[in-house]
């Protein structure tokens, strides 16, 4: 199945819906919970903005971005 770049878009959109969501829910349990991010945790997320500053990785908007151009 081939999906047209609006089609894909429009996936992409649902997709960080979603995940802005269940970002929000794991924010409100982690709350109830009166629990702190572990320092594990910690690590791999000050690493994964590392490689996002330094241009290894890229974000959704600006895959999105890139997508809307292309369509």
């Given at each position: 199945?081939?999906?047209?770049?609006?089609?894909?878009?429009?996936?992409?959109?649902?997709?960080?819906?979603?995940?802005?969501?269940?970002?929000?829910?794991?924010?409100?349990?982690?709350?109830i919970?009166?629990?702190?991010?572990?320092?594990?945790?910690?690590?791999?997320?000050?690493?994964?903005?590392?490689?996002?500053?330094?241009?290894?990785?890229?974000?959704?908007?600006?895959?999105?971005?890139?997508?809307?151009?292309?369509?």
């Amino acid at each position: 199945m081939v999906l047209s770049l609006s089609e894909v878009l429009s996936v992409l959109k649902n997709i960080r819906v979603e995940i802005e969501i269940i970002r929000m829910k794991v924010e409100a349990i982690e709350n109830i919970l009166g629990e702190e991010m572990s320092e594990e945790d910690r690590k791999a997320l000050i690493e994964a903005l590392e490689e996002y500053r330094r241009g290894e990785t890229v974000s959704l908007e600006e895959v999105e971005k890139e997508v809307e151009a292309k369509s």
